[in-house]
């Protein structure tokens, strides 16, 4: 049972480039999610999905796109990679009995 | 609207004395509230949650919380810190009237224990 698994884990990329972001879960959860950590600033909501097919925007959507064509996988997709994107991303599934938020390790991701 | 706020940036203790980790929130609706722990290049792990049950919750590891509507605040505390409870720790809101999971972060803690 891996629970929520993110790849890959590190990638550095060039201003401009483009790059997606797996995660993928066997929990059977409906609802998952993609955050970003930075420094000072806990995480942020980037985007997330009630089930699949579906996906809505959260606190920082802006130059990040996300599909959930199935319900164990949530993408999420930098289309022209900005300094600003530096950061490390996690991914989580939640129980909606509980509430309890499962958590992938992280990407670190760094934009030169 | 929902916030959460915690009151300390960094804490620091010795170990085998307590921990006190503040947090209050803010939130229209009955929450949920959850603290969760990031040990150093690790994803977050729940250590305890309120879902209105009782207002003294207890996780793991001797973490205990306090829900205080009165005060609309929601402490972690732990009686007596150990070396490997030094990690960063984030108090989270979830507002029940609502499956959207629009959750909400503190800005976290960082809490240090000294030998």
Redesign the interface.
């Known amino acids: 049972n891996a629970g ?1 698994t993110q790849t890959p884990k590190f990638r550095v990329l060039k201003t401009g480039q483009s790059m997606t972001l797996l995660c993928a879960q066997d929990m059977n959860h409906e ?1 998952m ?1 993609w ?1 970003r950590q930075d420094p ?6 980037i985007h ?1 999905s ?1 089930g699949e097919g579906t996906t ?1 925007k ?2 920082v959507p802006d130059g990040y796109n996300v599909s959930r064509l199935k319900k164990q996988n949530f993408l999420l997709g930098l289309e022209s990679a900005a300094p600003s994107q530096t950061s490390v991303y ?1 991914c ?1 599934t ?1 129980d ?1 009995n ?4 499962f ?4 990407s670190r991701l760094t934009v030169l | 609207a929902q916030s959460v706020t915690q009151l300390d940036s960094h804490v620091s203790v010795s170990e085998g004395t307590p921990v006190l980790l503040r947090c209050n929130y803010s939130s229209s609706y009955s929450p949920s509230l959850f603290w969760y722990v990031q040990h150093p290049n690790k994803g977050l792990q729940l250590l305890l949650k309120y879902t209105s049950a009782a207002t003294l919750v207890k996780g793991i590891n001797g973490f205990e919380a306090e829900f205080k509507k009165s005060e609309t605040s929601f402490h972690l505390t732990k009686p007596s810190a150990h070396m490997s409870d030094a990690a960063e720790y984030f108090c989270v809101v979830s507002p029940t009237s609502s499956n959207t999971g629009k959750l909400i972060f503190g800005q976290g803690t960082t809490l240090q224990v000294k030998p």
């Open positions: 929520v609802y999610y955050y000072g600033m806990g995480l942020r909501l997330y009630v809505a959260g606190e996690f989580a939640s909606t509980t509430g309890e938020l958590f992938g390790e992280g």
